[in-house]
């Protein structure tokens, strides 16, 4: 906390913008022990200055970011179905960052790495504007209580980032299953002059995007999945 309350009060140093709120999660046997042995391995420690992919998966290709992976199954299942790119996954709960470490020894994946730090910080001072070929942003948490959507991850000076961060015809792909934060989304997006929609309205999912069996299980109850696909405009 700020030693100096008068220096550091919201008036004179605005609250700076994060992507997650912490909450504690209990961490399985499997998962403690793939986070001890496996992160030295697959992750990458947060660095306040521009992170070479090249040298960190050893070759260059497609480049495919991800906020807020949760427990990682459709992380590791896009990653292995597609060895041509290179994925990093960036989150902050330890339980999930286990859990994928977990998948990527089981699978044998070779081109993923995680990051366990906020994904604002990592954007703003890890990835280098125009370096990524696309980004997943898959169910962020949708805050449903409108006294709480300040705290939603899709806000324009977030969206604005990523989008600086994308080469020129890069992709972001967003998905929920929350109608009315999905129609948030696509007025965020649709605000960013970095972009352009894909799609007319909402796009169909994907085929890279595997549908989780939480998804399957809401699609047949009758609930909808809403996918957001926007590219950035040619410099």
């Given at each position: 906390?700020?030693?100096?309350?008068?220096?550091?009060?919201?008036?004179?140093?605005?609250?700076?913008?994060?992507?997650?709120?912490?909450?504690?999660?209990?961490?399985?046997?499997?998962?403690?022990?793939?986070?001890?042995?496996?992160?030295?391995?697959?992750?990458?420690?947060?660095?306040?200055?521009?992170?070479?992919?090249?040298?960190?998966?050893?070759?260059?290709?497609?480049?495919?970011?991800?906020?807020?992976?949760?427990?990682?199954?459709?992380?590791?299942?896009?990653?292995?179905a597609h060895p041509e790119a290179d994925y990093l996954g960036i989150e902050v709960?330890?339980?999930?960052?286990?859990?994928?470490?977990?998948?990527?020894?089981?699978?044998?994946?070779?081109?993923?790495?995680?990051?366990?730090?906020?994904?604002?910080?990592?954007?703003?001072?890890?990835?280098?504007?125009?370096?990524?070929?696309?980004?997943?942003?898959?169910?962020?948490?949708?805050?449903?209580?409108?006294?709480?959507?300040?705290?939603?991850?899709?806000?324009?000076?977030?969206?604005?980032?990523?989008?600086?961060?994308?080469?020129?015809?890069g992709y972001a792909h967003l998905a929920t299953d929350w109608q009315e934060y999905?129609?948030?989304?696509?007025?965020?997006?649709?605000?960013?002059?970095?972009?352009?929609?894909?799609?007319?309205?909402?796009?169909?999912?994907?085929?890279?995007?595997?549908?989780?069996?939480?998804?399957?299980?809401?699609?047949?109850?009758?609930?909808?999945?809403?996918?957001?696909?926007?590219?950035?405009?040619?410099?």
């Amino acid at each position: 906390m700020p030693e100096d309350r008068q220096r550091n009060s919201p008036r004179n140093n605005p609250r700076p913008i994060r992507s997650f709120v912490l909450r504690q999660g209990r961490v399985s046997n499997a998962q403690a022990r793939s986070y001890e042995q496996l992160l030295p391995r697959f992750g990458i420690p947060y660095s306040p200055q521009p992170l070479d992919l090249v040298q960190v998966f050893g070759r260059q290709a497609p480049r495919i970011l991800e906020i807020g992976f949760g427990m990682g199954e459709t992380t590791a299942a896009i990653a292995a179905a597609h060895p041509e790119a290179d994925y990093l996954g960036i989150e902050v709960h330890t339980p999930g960052v286990g859990s994928l470490l977990k998948l990527i020894e089981e699978k044998g994946i070779a081109n993923l790495r995680l990051i366990q730090h906020d994904a604002v910080e990592v954007l703003r001072d890890m990835i280098a504007p125009g370096s990524l070929d696309g980004a997943h942003i898959f169910f962020p948490d949708p805050w449903p209580k409108k006294r709480h959507h300040k705290r939603r991850l899709i806000q324009p000076p977030l969206v604005a980032l990523l989008a600086s961060r994308l080469r020129p015809g890069g992709y972001a792909h967003l998905a929920t299953d929350w109608q009315e934060y999905a129609g948030q989304m696509l007025e965020v997006l649709s605000a960013e002059p970095q972009l352009e929609n894909t799609a007319d309205g909402f796009a169909s999912r994907p085929d890279y995007r595997p549908q989780t069996k939480f998804e399957t299980r809401g699609l047949r109850l009758g609930h909808g999945v809403w996918d957001i696909v926007f590219r950035r405009r040619a410099a």
